[in-house]
């Protein structure tokens, strides 16, 4: 059986919550050393995003294809700055994986506690994916698809 086709040698992919020893991390391994993808790290923390870069370059992936970014997918405008950034270096998107994801203590709402955490949880793992969903096709008209 073959692979997908966004799974073609220097397709590019964009990958969110991608710093070191994560979901993201893992998959930016595979699409480099077997699939030969350029692909653009994403993470909200600038050490775990380049411990991840080297990582991956250290495993024998070309430095040119392994692209970092550090955003906070929680923030539409930085979402909208990182598909500009996407579009306007790869030309295209074939691969776009919405993986991060943050896991903070609830407890204290249920508590009598304020809303900072749900608001961070909610933020990142609701909000980033509809950020990302709405920029990869060009949720304002661009016309990327």
């Given at each position: 059986?073959?692979?997908?086709?966004?799974?073609?040698?220097s397709n590019a992919a964009?990958?969110?919550?991608a710093?070191?020893?994560?979901?993201?991390y893992?998959v930016?391994?595979?699409?480099?050393t077997?699939?030969q993808?350029?692909v653009?790290l994403?993470?909200?923390s600038?050490p775990?995003?380049f411990?991840?870069q080297k990582a991956?370059?250290?495993?024998?992936?070309k430095e040119e294809?392994?692209?970092?970014?550090?955003v906070?997918?929680?923030?539409?405008?930085?979402v909208f700055e990182l598909a500009?950034?996407a579009?306007?270096?790869?030309?295209?998107?074939?691969?776009?994986l919405?993986?991060a994801?943050?896991?903070?203590?609830?407890k204290d709402?249920?508590?009598?506690?304020?809303?900072?955490n749900?608001?961070?949880?909610?933020?990142?793992n609701?909000?980033?994916?509809?950020?990302?969903?709405?920029v990869s096709?060009?949720?304002v008209?661009r016309g990327r698809c």
């Open positions: 059986m073959s692979p997908h086709p966004a799974l073609k040698a964009v990958l969110t919550g710093g070191i020893g994560g979901i993201g893992s930016a391994h595979l699409l480099l077997r699939y993808l350029r653009l994403v993470d909200i600038a775990a995003l411990a991840a991956l370059i250290a495993a024998g992936a294809d392994v692209l970092t970014r550090v906070d997918v929680s923030n539409a405008a930085e500009d950034y579009f306007e270096t790869f030309g295209k998107v074939d691969f776009l919405l993986n994801g943050v896991q903070v203590p609830t709402f249920v508590e009598g506690g304020d809303l900072e749900w608001t961070k949880t909610l933020g990142v609701l909000f980033g994916v509809l950020h990302g969903t709405q096709c060009g949720g008209g």
